[in-house]
């Protein structure tokens, strides 16, 4: 597997669930990021981590609960969502927090909250 | 104001055109700057990066950056079909910690 891969791709949930997302990179990079994509709206960047360590929540509400055991995975856990939290959810890896080089992303995963 | 804003189009060229494709941003002491190509359901992909005034050029694509006027733009010559997809304009603002801020995209749509 190369590059930065995200499981499940589509996710359909009620809002009395609990689920999680995956992101695995294979790229040897250091950061790795959430961001929110809605309909007409900006990438919204959700969480950082740099070696590990989360350096950013842009004010993400506490129903959404990431994880990062090692610099290659990361985990975005999901409960009692609302339908507005609907949307394609992206992870991203950078060689590290500050990069001159762009970001990688996955192929993302669909949530409806139903 | 936005941090990244771009025209949200979407913007209609004929095949063989050139389309030109606009950001500008607020944060001065940026330094990076990325255009990303999103097709329809899938995921960014990044297609250019500049740091410098001036132009970049690879392929048919051309970054173009003035930091003076906090603008950067994409031009696309010799724009095909295959070209239509959603523009995304984003800028590393190492004022705030080194992230990535998004434009909103501009949607390109090249005609046969």
């Known amino acids: 597997e190369t590059g930065v891969t995200q499981t499940p791709r589509h996710l359909v949930m009620g809002m009395t669930n609990k689920k999680s997302l995956k992101c695995e990179q294979h790229l040897g990079h250091n950061a790795m990021y959430w961001y929110k994509q809605s309909a007409k709206k900006p990438l919204e960047l959700m969480f950082v981590y740099n070696f590990k360590e989360q350096t950013e929540n842009n004010s993400v509400p506490s129903r959404f609960s990431p994880e990062c055991p090692n610099s290659s995975h990361l985990f975005l856990h999901l409960h009692t969502l609302q339908p507005e939290d609907s949307a394609l959810y992206l992870c991203?890896?950078?060689?590290?927090?500050?990069?001159?080089?762009?970001?990688?992303f996955g192929s993302g995963t669909r949530l409806t909250v139903v | 104001q936005k941090e990244v804003e771009q025209n949200s189009g979407p913007l209609s060229v004929p095949e063989g055109a050139i389309a030109s494709l606009n950001c500008t941003y607020s944060d001065r002491g940026s330094q990076s700057f990325f255009w990303y190509r999103q097709y329809s359901g899938k995921s960014p992909e990044l297609i250019m990066s500049?740091?410098?005034?001036g132009d970049k050029e690879d392929g048919r694509f051309t970054a173009q950056l003035n930091k003076a006027s906090q603008y950067v733009s994409l031009l696309i010559r010799d724009s095909q079909p295959s070209d239509s997809a959603t523009y995304l304009c984003a800028v590393n603002t190492y004022n705030q910690g080194g992230k990535l801020i998004f434009g909103q995209g501009t949607e390109l749509s090249v005609k046969p």
């Open positions: 500049i740091y410098s005034n």
């Open positions: 991203a890896s950078s060689q590290t927090q500050g990069t001159n080089y762009g970001y990688t």
